[in-house]
């Protein structure tokens, strides 16, 4: 997988930033395979397969938002970002709106 490659030495790496970079990797794959099982439970007329594939995405969801808090807690601009982003109901361009105003 392309994710899995470092584009610099890895010698040349920080430990946060290698760090950082399984995290990052981490959640995208459990990204994909959220979607993976969503579209594989859509696809099915099985209802109970549907119902196993459903259950796998919500687990693979719940890993993806471990890694998630992870990250927030281990770098400063991420954590950041979030605490602007998330968790409000406002329309997200008008957040980002507020928040490049001096």
Sequence with gaps: MSSETLHVPRESLSRATLHLHYAITSLMEEMEAVDWYRQRADDTADES??????????????????????????????????????????????VEQAAEKP
């Design 49 to 94: 397969l549907k119902a196993i594939l459903i259950h796998n995405a919500n687990e693979e969801m719940e890993h993806a938002c471990m890694i998630l808090e992870w990250i927030r807690r281990n770098d400063a601009k991420f954590d950041e970002q979030l605490r602007e982003y998330l968790f409000t109901d406002k329309p997200i361009t008008e």
